[in-house]
């Protein structure tokens, strides 16, 4: 197996794909209020769908959207299975290309997802999908110390474009929202449904060979440089409405 072989064995089934948790999505939820009763969902970079579920629960009409195919038919059925398969639709589209109308909705959702074309640019990009006064909630890794370790930031040279959470209430201001809430997500969305996964995942892998335990090890990492390192850093949603 290469490694992409071993990180998408590794992620198939777990929960979800990123940092939340339902009681998260339904406190944001909240705090995108006023909506109307039955709003108009886009939940983009959906993964296996647990945003798109609890939205739908309460009384949203999602559309579901995300490259990877799995994702999609996890998503599929398991709002079927939780009798909500009437107000979940998943599509296939890319988060640069989506192929909605302009106003078309109350509400844009994106939970870990929206770094992968670069937030400043979905913040723009986005912006024209929303009717005036829509919200668009979105999550995001953010820095929550101006003097991270060499640990931290040898970790996170993934993503060169981290900010604090002033730097990015300034993006939303600039890219014409109005910042109803921030939120700092807690420990432990980090843990129940994401890294705790992980590690059982990778703990029951039968007998690597050493490539396979190199992307394994690679993949504890994570968990740990998070442990370690949670003062440092965390993950912040952002809870805006279209000016
Ligand atoms: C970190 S995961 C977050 C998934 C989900 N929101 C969650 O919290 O469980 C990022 C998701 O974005 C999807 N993705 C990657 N590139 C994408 C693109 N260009 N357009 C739409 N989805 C994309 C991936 O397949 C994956 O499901």
Redesign the pocket.
């Known amino acids: 197996m290469d490694a992409a072989e071993v990180f998408w064995a590794l992620h198939s089934d777990l929960p979800?794909?990123?940092v939340?948790s339902d009681a998260t999505t339904r406190t944001l939820l909240a705090l995108a209020a006023p909506l109307p009763p039955s709003p108009r969902a886009l939940d983009?970079?959906?993964?296996?769908g647990?945003?798109s579920l609890v939205l739908a629960g309460a009384g949203a009409r999602v559309i579901a959207?995300?490259?990877?195919e799995p994702?999609l038919r996890r998503t599929r059925r398991a709002a079927q299975d939780a009798g909500l398969g009437g107000r979940v639709a998943v599509e296939r589209a890319?988060?640069?290309a989506l192929p909605h109308p302009d106003g078309a909705f109350d509400l844009l959702w994106c939970?870990?997802?929206a770094y992968?074309?670069g937030v400043d640019r979905a913040l723009h990009e986005w912006r024209r999908l929303l009717r005036p006064g829509g919200a668009l909630v979105l999550t995001d890794a953010v820095w929550t110390t101006a003097t991270p370790s060499a640990e931290a930031r040898r970790f996170w040279v993934q993503y060169p474009a981290m900010r604090d959470e002033a730097a990015l209430v300034a993006a939303a201001r600039s890219a014409g929202y109005q910042v109803l809430a921030t939120h700092l997500l807690p420990d432990a969305d980090w843990t129940d449904e994401y890294h705790g996964p992980l590690a059982a995942a990778i703990d029951a892998w039968p007998d690597p060979d050493p490539g396979t335990a190199a992307v394994l090890a690679e993949a504890r990492s994570e968990a740990e440089v998070r442990q370690a390192h949670r003062d440092e850093f965390g993950y912040l949603a952002l809870v805006l409405r279209r000016s």
Do not use: K, Q, Y
Request: hydrophobic share 40%.
């Open positions: 979800r794909e990123g939340g983009v970079g959906c993964g296996p647990r945003a959207v995300d490259l990877h994702f890319s988060m640069t939970e870990g997802a992968l074309m």
